[in-house]
């Protein structure tokens, strides 16, 4: 099989003791490897960060920091940790970093218990806009707990509306603004942001959850700065493992610390934090600045090909990895498309849609451009997406079997 790769001989004495997870497992990582993931979020680690997540300092706990533990025999622990947080520091040019959020919501969460009281005013991105669930959504502790005031973006640009954002902000005087959003291709004017902040006495929270990839490649402003905290994934465009990150100003470095444990987290997941060494390691390398230009260069190469497939770009087109369509021109919604396109063996997420009717579809280029393909194949994608959209059993069937035959020349994890 042309997948194994990946932690192969783990793979083998689990296939030995428990077949029906194996089977799983290996389906898993066959659907990776024969379908499109061009889902904005999601990207295919090194097989060095899955040996890492795979080590046995999973079995580690060491609730705390480094040097100051609840628990004995962490020196190993110790070091992955100050490694990590080292090269998070250095490379994103912050006083302080912490690696210990299990995700990217528990990261804005953390960030949220260091420099809030429940009842605060936070100004953020309107969900219907591009904001995360963390952003005010009522489902989510954020709308529970705080008083979350919306901004949205221009619907003649599909930008950020400044103006909105500092009149909101002179009038309601948040304790916070929130910058940072799930589906805008452009990235944020931090220092727009940080200046209407300054005026009314806000904290300013970058939300960089999809472009801190981008920022470590040195493709993407660095909010790091301008902002007196940020919140990150490390498993989008970054490449790492599943998680969070936290990077702030010196002088938050102990509120944040003790925002994520004891307040909102308990042990931290060791191996995890190893891997997003790792992935970080990686992520400073000249060969990862590549990486990252060359996501923007895919993405744009590929949303300037769905424009001419007759899609409706959000603000036209990208900056970022991430790409933001309605497929109304063409008759469909987003849902409908995403079906249609999942038939085919093409993998992304429906999107709200600030100004359109229905929903769009938001894809991104991290993992394609992580499997080798280049400027040819997002143009292939994108002449792929309009067979498969027709919905036609005979078309659907000849798309799937070219995706199959396009990926089969990139497996991610080697042949
Ligand atoms: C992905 C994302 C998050 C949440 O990350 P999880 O790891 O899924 O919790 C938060 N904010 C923004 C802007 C995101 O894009």
């Keep these: 099989m042309a997948v194994s790769a990946p932690a192969g001989e783990g793979l083998d004495v689990l296939r030995r003791q428990d077949p029906q997870i194996a089977d799983v497992l290996s389906g898993e990582a066959r659907r990776q490897a024969e379908t499109l993931q061009l889902i904005a979020a999601e990207n295919f680690t090194s097989p060095a960060v899955l040996a890492a997540l795979a080590s046995p300092l999973a079995n580690k706990y060491a609730e705390g920091y480094p040097g100051a533990r609840h628990h004995g025999g962490c020196a190993y622990a110790d070091a992955a940790e100050r490694i990590a947080v080292e090269r998070a520091t250095a490379l994103f040019g912050a006083d302080h970093a912490n690696l210990q959020p299990h995700s ?140 969070g990150m936290l990077l702030c100003t010196a002088e938050l470095a102990d509120r944040i610390d003790r925002a994520v444990f004891p307040f909102t987290q308990g042990g931290a997941q060791m191996h995890t934090i190893a891997a997003k060494a790792v992935a970080l390691g990686e992520a400073s390398t000249p060969a990862f600045t590549g990486y990252a230009h060359r996501v923007v260069e895919h993405a744009r190469v590929l949303a300037a090909a769905l424009s001419a497939e007759g899609f409706a770009l959000t603000t036209g087109g990208t900056d970022t990895h991430l790409i933001t369509a309605d497929p109304a021109p063409l008759g469909l919604d987003g849902r409908s498309a995403r079906a249609r396109l999942a038939a085919a063996g093409m993998v992304l997420d429906t999107c709200a849609l600030p100004h359109g009717t229905g929903r769009g579809i938001r894809l991104g280029t991290a993992a394609v451009t992580t499997q080798g393909m280049g400027a040819p194949e997002m143009a292939g994608i994108a002449a792929l997406f309009t067979v498969a959209l027709r919905g036609e059993r005979e078309a659907t069937a000849r798309a799937r079997a070219e995706v199959r035959e396009l990926t089969s020349g990139f497996p991610p994890y080697g042949g």
């Design 104 to 243: 990217g919501s528990a990261a804005v969460l953390a960030a949220y218990a260091a420099l809030l009281r429940p009842g605060d005013t936070v100004l953020a991105m309107g969900l219907d806009q591009g904001g995360h669930l963390t952003h005010g959504s009522p489902a989510n502790f954020s709308g529970r707990w705080f008083d979350f005031v919306p901004y949205g973006t221009d619907p003649a640009t599909g930008l950020i509306d400044y103006e909105q954002v500092a009149a909101l902000a002179r009038h309601h005087r948040p304790k916070a603004i929130v910058c940072g959003s799930i589906s805008s291709p452009r990235h944020p004017d931090y220092a727009l942001f940080r200046a209407i902040a300054d005026e009314v006495g806000a904290y300013l929270i970058a939300d960089a959850a999809h472009p801190i990839g981008l920022v470590a490649g040195g493709a993407a402003p660095n909010p790091v700065p301008y902002a007196d905290v940020v919140c990150a994934t490390t498993h989008k465009v970054l490449r790492g493992p599943r998680g």
